[in-house]
């Protein structure tokens, strides 16, 4: 099956198509952890984005189903250099690509991941047009590619957050879970915990979250441009300094916009397994995952939040609290799924079990 | 924190001959960590019974001892020197063994020689058996159940309780010599007897089947201040009960999901820290659907440190040396990309194979069966895009 990515500095490469016939226009980002794609494919955080793998070979152990991150595939498009059609582990129930049909997504191999790694490395994330199947002019997938709005013009949220809300039920302490397209993995550790969760939609109005009579609200992770986040903005604006609050990734983004920080976006975000954090209160490195194309601007969160944690590449904000408020937040994934359990106990238990 | 003020003067313990499981790999270690403490303004003595290599090159230490390797020659070199530290887990399994026997003889002690990196205690707990299994116990991480016996008639008596066929590995030994896997009584009695004589302390193990089981290696790194990261893992074509020097092996592992490569990844870095290593350390797990047991610790740079170096470019020796005069890996420079530190994990885009090679041509006798021990004399390395590729390259060159 022909495929072919268009870039809209009018880069144009062609190879072989799979999952799904079909177009899908998006930013083209790359994540770079060699595990865990049946993880990263359904992370509603990439939403609106067409995701490349720098690892090159993928769907080696096939998909289980049982490690999804969601409901199903949220990625619009899929890049990679090789994908495998036979699969050997004990727990695959099929190969990526009948995954990748089964959801609707197209996907697209045997084309140079490093150049496009590198050119989006230089240039900074670029926005793309996938085609798969029934391939028409070039010219048409890169006008595509060009004309496409910016991330930052969409409204992600709200096609990733749950329909209606829903309860969890624990014997511990009640929490106010904002789904900006939380991951599984986020509510499983709550739940190991044995907290009684009440998730919400990303619209959900104040008085309903009062109504659960929360102990503490957390904002989850999501996609597309922190900024967009209006209602959940609102949401912490109102109980800060009453409940604790905790956020994780977009969660953390959303406070500090709230409490009068800026956010800006990253050359190329980061995203993939191996981004080393500092915890500067006890000097340690941390490896954690992370996935995100926006950061807080450190600048701005002076006087607001006490930085906790820094990236120790790029020196940008992984966490910060108000030990007044009652806010605690990480940049990064705490909750794996994929990547290292490192930091899962320090932030579940420390946060959550306060 | 910057580098002990306090250590000017270190004595590196350099590999000694090259034999099966111990080749040029400790040769390059031993060169990195050199050069490493001489970047940080530390005087090197360094003593090696080979001068065929290239840390023995006037330009690589400050004084070079080309002298035996055993303890009466290295303790007149520490009474004469003066050294205020040792560094024992970059020369392999000889210098660490020689830095045991000085510190068991009180030469260290008298000399006041600090051990720098992984403390002795670590070593021990590290690779003494029975030490190995206590400590893993204790840590509630599953190890291959197993008994240490210091005798043939003791070995008899473990079959009753865990039938054929055994695995047999000896304390203190190099590539895992005089080990095996037995599977009648004759082969048990042979291999044991063989073994107690080749261990250094006259012990082997006698342990559980975990024979066709998966054979996945890490490579972790920790500083003192508790940072720790793996730098990669490997995954061996050939199943347990091929050894690691016999086997084809593949960066980074090609058959896990993420769920089981986070569950081996978090007990790597959980053994390590408990063991309080500091530096580099090699961690070995036998994995079936879903279920491990830990095999090996090598609480030094090993054979498959040189690999693991080599395959994402991390250098494992030089970091472990600075590590082991007081540096933290977020101080630490990364020599590749310039600007960011030490403390990251390496992400690779391609896949890197090891292919062992064997001397036959000049042993033409030998049993070229593949067991636990090894007996190949090289190996080949070779990177691809994809897997195909690097395997070519691999046996083409």
């Known amino acids: 099956m022909k495929a072919i990515l268009a870039l809209e500095d009018g880069t144009v490469v062609e190879g072989k198509g799979f999952g799904a016939e079909g177009t899908a226009v998006g930013e083209l980002v790359f994540a770079t952890s060699f595990t865990g794609y049946e993880e990263v494919l359904t992370d509603p955080s990439y939403k609106g984005q067409i995701l490349m793998l720098t690892y090159p070979l993928i769907g080696n152990y096939g998909v289980s189903g049982s490690h999804c991150q969601s409901d199903g595939i949220k990625v619009e498009g899929f890049v990679v250099r090789e994908r495998c059609d036979f699969p050997s582990h004990y727990q695959s129930k099929r190969s990526i690509d009948e995954f990748l049909k089964q959801d609707g997504v197209p996907a697209l191999s045997e084309v140079d991941t490093r150049m496009l790694t590198i050119k989006t490395r230089r240039y900074g994330t670029m926005k793309a047009c996938l085609q798969v199947g029934s391939v028409e002019e070039t010219d048409k997938a890169l006008e595509l590619a060009k004309t496409q709005p910016d991330i930052s013009e969409l409204d992600l949220i709200e096609q990733v957050t749950c329909k209606n809300p829903y309860r969890i039920k624990g014997e511990g302490k009640r929490i106010a879970v904002l789904d900006l397209g939380i991951k599984r993995n986020i509510l499983d550790n709550i739940a190991k915990r044995n907290w009684d969760i009440f998730v919400f939609p990303a619209n959900a109005k104040e008085s309903e979250i009062r109504d659960s009579e929360p102990d503490a609200v957390l904002l989850s992770n999501g996609p597309g441009d922190p900024k967009r986040g209006k209602n959940a903005m609102s949401i912490v604006k109102k109980f800060a300094g009453e409940i604790p609050i905790f956020g994780i990734c977009l969660g953390l983004q959303i406070i500090a916009l709230a409490l009068g920080s800026d956010t800006y976006k990253l050359k190329f975000g980061h995203r993939g397994a191996n981004q080393p954090v500092k915890d500067l209160k006890t000097g340690r490195v941390y490896i954690t995952t992370q996935n995100h194309g926006f950061a807080v601007d450190k600048d701005t969160l002076e006087g607001i939040g006490e930085l906790t944690q820094v990236n120790a590449n790029d020196r940008t904000v992984e966490g910060f609290e108000d030990n007044y408020l009652g806010i605690k937040c990480v940049q990064y994934h705490p909750e794996a799924g994929p990547g290292p359990w490192d930091t899962g106990r320090m932030f579940f238990d420390a946060f959550l079990g306060t | ?397």
């Open chain 2, 1 to 397: 924190m910057p580098k002990a003020a306090d250590i000017e003067k270190v004595l590196v313990i350099g590999s000694g001959p090259i034999q099966i499981g111990q080749a040029a790999e400790f040769d390059f270690s031993g060169s990195q960590a050199c050069r490493a403490l001489r970047e940080e303004g530390v005087k090197v003595v360094l003593v090696n019974s080979n001068p065929a290599t290239i840390m023995t090159d006037f330009e690589m230490a400050d004084v070079i001892y080309i002298e035996p390797l055993v303890p009466e020659v290295v303790a007149k070199i520490v009474e004469k020197e003066h050294p205020d530290g040792i560094l024992a887990s970059l020369g392999g399994q000889t210098a660490l063994n020689m830095t045991a026997e000085l510190a068991e003889m009180g030469i260290l002690s008298n000399y006041n020689v600090r051990v720098l990196g992984t403390p002795l205690e670590a070593i021990y707990n590290a690779e003494e058996r029975e030490r190995f299994k206590r400590t893993m116990e204790r840590i509630n991480e599953p190890i291959p159940r197993g008994f240490t016996v210091n005798s043939v008639e003791e070995a008899e008596k473990v079959v009753a309780q865990l039938g054929l066929p055994l695995i047999i590995r000896p304390s203190y030994t190099l590539g895992g010599a005089g080990g095996g896997v037995a599977r009648t009584m004759e082969e048990l009695r042979e291999i044991v007897s063989y073994g107690l004589k080749v261990s250094r302390i006259h012990q082997v193990l006698v342990e559980e089947n975990v024979l066709g089981w998966k054979e996945i290696e890490y490579e972790v790194m920790r500083d003192a201040k508790d940072t720790c990261i793996t730098i990669c893992n490997m995954e061996n074509l050939d199943p347990m009960g091929i050894h690691t020097g016999e086997s084809i092996v593949v960066t980074p592992s090609q058959t896990l999901s993420d769920e089981e490569h986070q569950m081996l990844r978090a007990a790597a870095i959980k053994i390590i820290r408990w063991l309080k290593i500091e530096g580099g350390c090699n961690i070995q797990f036998a994995l079936k659907e879903g279920s491990y047991r830990v095999i090996e610790v090598n609480p030094r740079v090993s054979r498959s440190s040189a690999l693991a170096s080599k395959a994402t470019g991390y250098p494992i020796a030089r970091v472990a040396a600075k590590i082991a005069i007081g540096l933290h890996l977020d101080e630490i420079g990364n020599d590749v990309t310039k600007e960011t530190p030490a403390s990251f994990e390496p992400a690779i885009d391609y896949v890197v194979v090891k292919i062992p090679r064997w001397s036959f041509d000049k042993f033409p006798d030998a049993d070229r069966t593949l067991t636990t021990s090894m007996k190949s004399t090289g190996e080949v390395m070779a990177i691809g895009r994809t897997f195909e590729e690097a395997m070519h390259k691999a046996l083409r060159s």
